[in-house]
């Protein structure tokens, strides 16, 4: 697995995360499931069934970023180290 996330190009891991990153924000944005499921007033654990549409939405977009996160982790581009500020604030 770690091979593969390697031998990306950063091209397509770009496409691949912005791709799904776009899909979620689209499904927030414009919400077909939240507008078909906003009349129906069942609760499903205390909260209406379109509360969950929100919740799931999110909790899917902090997955994605975890996602991207860890690939940029194992290809090394992310600095660990914060850069050092010289004492004058220069």
């Known amino acids: 697995m770690k091979q593969t ?3 990306m190009s950063k091209r397509t891991k770009n496409l691949v995360f912005g791709g799904a990153y ?3 924000v689209l499904a927030a944005i414009f919400p077909p499931l939240y507008f078909s ?3 129906n007033g069942t609760l499903f654990l205390g909260a209406p069934v379109a509360m969950w549409y929100w919740i799931a939405d999110f ?3 902090v997955v994605m970023m975890f996602a991207l996160y860890w690939v940029e982790t194992v290809r ?3 600095d660990c ?3 050092t500020v010289p004492a004058g604030g220069e």
């Open 5 to 7: 996330i390697m031998n």
């Open 22 to 24: 776009a899909l979620l």
């Open 37 to 39: 499921a906003s009349g």
């Open 59 to 61: 909790a899917a977009l």
């Open 76 to 78: 090394g581009e992310i």
């Open 81 to 83: 180290e914060p850069a």
